[in-house]
C-alpha cells in the first residue's frame, strides 16, 4: 500500500472519459484523480451517471473516449510505443481482480453460503488450495463481524448482513481499490449503521475507496473528497465540509437541500 | 393429537360472536356440498367399467401372448436398446442445446447468428425426416473426403461406414432435440439477473466461469421443469427409428410380429413398457424438482 503512495501513481486517472448507451451520452468528459489512500464520496442526481462512472473504472463498460488507467495501467487497453491495443478478455479479468465492488443491491450468490460466498473468487480465479482459503474467509466474516453467520443463506441473513459478506466477499481478493455503489440504499434505516462501519474501519485501514452514497454523516467523517456529479459531467469537488456547507454552484446547492429536507 | 389439533380452524371463542353465542351452541354447521362431483364421478366410472369391459372379455387382446412376450429375451434386450439410444441422444441433444444457447447469447454476431440459424432450420424438418436424411446421407455424398475444397483430399472414407443406423438414430434424434433445448436453456439463462453477472465478472471470474459457477446453477431451476418433459419425449420419440430399422423396442416388436402376426398383444408389450420408461423418469422429475425447490428459498426474490 504504501508502495503505491511512494511512486505517486494515482490508483484512478480519469481523462476526459465519454461513455455512450446508443445516443444517449451518459459521461460526457469525465477527470477525476484517486490517490491511493484517499476516499472519494460521489454524489449526484439519480441518472446522472455515478454507477456508469464505477463500472467503467472496472472495467465492465467500454469507454468511449478519453483515458481512463487504475494504478497506472489502462482501462482495456495495453499501450505500446504510439499504439493503444485492446486486451484479450482474460486480461481484462486479470485486472478486474485487484479491484473489489459492492452492488446496491449485494448480489450475493444466492446458492451458496456465506462462507462460500467468500472463498468462491479465490478458489475458481485463483485456484487457491481450499483449506487456505476457508481460514482466510473465515477471517474476513469475523472482521465483518459475522462469524456465527458461515453457513447461512443469503436468503436467511437481513440485507445489512448480505451487504457485509458482499464486502467480504470483494475483499478476499485483496484488492487495491474498492468500489462501492449506493452499499446502504437499498437497506432499512436501523441496517445502515453496521454496514457504513466495516466501510469505515475499511477506510481507517487505508483502503483506496470510490463510493457513492447519499450517506452526508459518512461522507462528512470519511471522505478525503467529495464529488458532485449531474448529467455526465463533474459540476464541483472539494472537501466535504467545504461541499456540505458551501456548495459553489446552484445545482449542487438544490441537489444538497432536497436531499437535507 | 397435538399435530391434528393444530391442523383444525382454531376456536374463535365467544369474542367472535357479537351476540354472545359460543359455536357448538345450538349451532350445526353445514359443509358446502358438490352434487356435480358425484355426477362426474359416475360418469367416470361407467367409462372405466366400458374400457375394463374392453380390456378382459375382448379375447382378441391375447393377454396370455403379452405376458408370454412382456419379459422375453428379445424384448428386454429392445428396452435396453431404447434406454441406450434415450441416453445417447440426449447427450448430444443437450450438450448441443446448451452449446446454441450460449452461442445464442453471445455477443459475437457470427455465433449467434449461427445458433438462430441452427435452430430455424431443425425446428422446420420433422425428426423422421431428419433421421432418413442423415441415413441416406450416403446416396449424396458417397464419399467423405478431409483435404481442402476444390483440392486435393487428405483422407477419404465411404460414407455409409461412417453414418451408421446408430449414428444416424443418435444424431437425428439428438440434433432435433437440440434446438429445443437451446431454447429452454437460453430462457433460463435469461432468468439470471444481470447483477449476478456483474457481480462475478467484478471478482475477477471469466465469462465462461461466470456461466459455470453462477448463472447455471442458477438457471437450473427454471430449466429442469421443460427439459424433464424433453426427455420423457425422447423416450417415445425414439420409436421413430424403426423406419431405418434400429433394433429398439418397436423395432424389436415389429419383428416378432411380422412372423407371427400377432400385432395387437406385441404393440401392448411395447406400450407396457414405454408406459413403465416414462412412469419413472417422471417420478426422477418431480423428486428433481422438489430437492431445487427445496434451495428455491436461497432466491434472490426472497429477502428478509
Ligand atoms: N446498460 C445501459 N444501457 C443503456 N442505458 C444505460 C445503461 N446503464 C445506464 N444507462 C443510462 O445511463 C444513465 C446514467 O445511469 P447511471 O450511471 O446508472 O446513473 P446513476 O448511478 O447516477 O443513477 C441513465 O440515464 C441510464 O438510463
Ligand atoms: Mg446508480
Known amino acids: ?261 | 393429537m397435538q399435530a391434528g389439533e393444530n391442523n383444525r380452524l382454531p376456536d374463535p371463542g365467544p369474542a367472535a360472536y357479537p351476540s354472545g353465542q359460543a359455536s357448538g351452541q345450538g349451532l350445526t354447521v353445514v359443509p358446502l356440498r358438490h352434487p356435480w362431483r358425484w355426477v362426474g364421478a359416475a360418469v367416470i366410472a361407467y367409462v372405466l367399467l366400458l374400457i375394463a369391459d374392453l380390456l378382459i372379455t375382448n379375447p382378441r387382446w391375447q393377454w396370455p401372448t403379452v405376458w408370454e412376450y412382456l419379459f422375453s429375451g428379445p424384448v428386454l434386450m429392445g428396452v435396453l436398446a431404447t434406454i441406450t439410444l434415450t441416453i445417447l441422444a440426449e447427450v448430444v441433444g443437450i450438450s448441443f442445446g446448451i452449446l446454441l444457447a450460449i452461442m445464442r447469447l453471445s455477443p459475437n454476431p457470427l455465433l449467434s447468428w449461427s445458433s438462430a440459424m441452427f435452430t430455424w432450420t431443425f425446428r422446420g424438418i420433422p425428426p423422421l425426416v431428419m433421421i432418413l436424411f442423415i441415413y441416406f446421407f450416403s446416396a449424396l455424398v458417397p464419399v467423405l473426403s478431409i483435404g481442402i475444397p476444390f483440392g486435393p483430399s487428405l483422407e477419404v472414407v465411404r460414407t455409409n461406414t461412417v453414418i451408421t443406423q446408430t449414428f444416424a438414430a443418435v444424431i437425428g434424434l439428438g440434433l432435433a432435440q437440440a434446438a429445443y433445448v437451446a431454447e429452454i436453456v437460453r430462457s433460463g439463462i435469461l432468468s439470471v439477473s444481470q447483477g449476478q453477472t456483474s457481480a462475478a465478472l467484478a471478482l475477477g471470474m471469466t465469462p465462461l466461469k461466470t456461466m459455470r459457477h453462477v448463472v447455471f446453477p442458477q438457471a437450473m431451476r427454471v430449466i429442469v421443469p421443460p427439459l424433464g418433459n424433453e426427455v420423457i419425449s425422447m423416450v417415445k420419440a425414439t420409436s421413430l427409428v424403426s423406419v431405418i430399422a434400429y433394433m429398439e423396442l418397436l423395432t424389436t416388436v415389429q419383428v416378432i410380429y411380422a412372423r407371427t402376426f400377432e400385432q395387437i398383444p406385441m404393440l401392448m408389450v411395447a406400450v407396457i413398457w414405454y408406459g413403465v420408461l416414462t412412469t419413472v423418469l417422471t417420478l426422477v422429475q418431480s423428486w428433481i424438482e422438489k430437492r431445487l425447490n427445496k434451495s428455491a428459498k436461497n432466491s434472490p426474490g426472497v429477502r428478509r
Open chain 1, 1 to 261: 500500500m504504501s508502495g503505491h503512495v511512494a511512486s505517486g501513481v494515482p490508483m484512478v486517472r480519469a481523462e476526459g472519459v465519454v461513455k455512450r448507451f446508443g445516443a444517449q451520452e451518459v459521461l460526457k468528459g469525465i477527470d477525476l484523480v484517486v490517490a491511493p489512500g484517499e476516499v472519494v464520496c460521489l454524489i449526484g442526481p439519480s441518472g446522472s451517471g455515478k454507477s456508469t462512472l464505477l463500472r467503467c473504472i472496472n472495467h465492465l463498460e467500454h469507454i468511449d473516449g478519453g483515458a481512463l488507467s487504475v494504478d497506472g495501467e489502462l482501462v482495456g487497453y495495453r499501450q505500446q510505443g504510439r499504439f493503444l491495443y485492446e486486451l484479450k478478455p482474460a486480461e481484462v479479468c486479470r485486472r478486474r481482480r485487484e479491484i473489489g465492488m459492492v452492488f446496491q443491491h449485494f448480489e450475493l450468490f444466492p446458492h451458496l453460503t456465506a462462507l462460500e460466498n467468500i472463498m468462491m473468487a479465490p478458489q475458481i480465479v485463483l485456484g487457491r488450495k481450499v483449506q487456505d482459503v476457508r481460514d482466510e474467509a473465515t477471517a474476513l466474516l469475523d472482521r465483518v463481524g459475522l462469524r456465527e453467520r458461515a453457513g447461512f443463506y443469503p436468503s436467511q441473513l437481513s440485507g445489512g448482513q448480505q451487504q457485509r459478506v458482499a464486502i467480504a466477499r470483494a475483499l478476499a481478493m485483496k484488492p487495491k481499490l474498492m468500489l462501492f455503489d449506493e452499499p446502504t440504499s437499498a437497506l432499512d434505516p436501523e441496517l445502515v449503521g453496521e454496514v457504513l462501519n466495516v466501510m469505515r474501519d475499511l477506510a481507517a485501514g487505508g483502503m483506496t475507496m470510490v463510493v457513492v452514497t447519499h450517506e452526508m454523516g459518512f461522507a462528512r467523517d470519511v471522505a478525503d473528497r467529495v464529488v458532485f456529479m449531474d448529467q455526465g459531467r463533474m459540476v464541483e469537488e472539494g472537501p466535504p465540509n467545504e461541499i456540505f456547507a458551501r456548495p459553489k454552484t446552484e445545482r449542487a446547492r438544490s441537489f444538497l437541500d432536497r436531499l437535507v429536507g
